[in-house]
């Protein structure tokens, strides 16, 4: 595994061993994540949750976000992210969080302008997730998930009281692979 463009590029990313703990996402379907949203990234403030290794953050970090919050509630897969934030030369952009990544949305303050939603398949924790993570982007923002083919999310996702829903905009598949991109209502791209 490694990152694709930006200034950590070519940098090889340590994961952890065995998928049953990690499911790194796959180099094709990160490449297609990050062309989808190329134009999006430059200064903008990325959630990276169920980070696993962090590469999805560190990609986004190479390729000019202003910052990174990796949310993961393994212990060891915090220690993995930080040894690759810091390979890769982004300690400074990153802040890694050792928590549950449910309850860290459940608590008010911070903003996103991307939020990447990769929790374990069949856990049930991506609609859940999805759900608490719309109240927590800016009005810009994009939500792009992954999951297995089996799984159905909704096609609006409610921002909050005030704001305007997320609406689903696309799904692309790659093999087993589904990836899910919200944007809110009436926004333009």
């Known amino acids: 595994m490694r990152v694709i463009t ?7 990313l340590e994961t952890l061993p065995g998928e049953a703990t990690t499911r790194p996402t796959a180099e094709r379907v990160k ?8 134009f999006e990234i430059e200064g903008r403030q990325v959630l990276d949750l169920f ?7 560190i990609e986004a970090l190479s390729r000019g976000a202003a910052g990174c919050v990796f949310v ?14 810091k390979a890769a030369g982004l300690s400074e952009q990153s802040r890694v969080l050792t928590q549950d990544a449910l309850g860290y949305l459940q608590r008010p303050g911070e903003t996103f302008d991307i939020a990447f939603l990769d929790p374990p398949y069949a856990s049930g924790l991506l609609e859940k997730a999805l759900a608490l993570t719309a109240p927590v982007m800016s009005a810009g923002g994009v939500i792009l998930c992954e999951s297995d083919t089996d ?6 996702v409610a921002a ?3 704001g305007e829903p997320f609406v689903l905009v696309r799904t692309y598949r790659y093999g087993r692979v589904k990836v899910w991109l919200y944007r809110r209502q009436g926004t333009q791209v």
């Open 6 to 12: 930006g200034t950590a590029r070519g940098r090889r």
């Open 31 to 38: 490449e297609a994540l990050f062309s989808v949203i190329q």
């Open 51 to 57: 980070a696993g290794s962090g590469q999805l953050g």
């Open 72 to 85: 993961d509630s393994s212990r060891g897969a915090a220690e993995v992210i930080r040894r690759n934030v």
């Open 151 to 156: 799984t159905a999310l909704p096609e609006t």
């Open 160 to 162: 909050c009281t005030a």
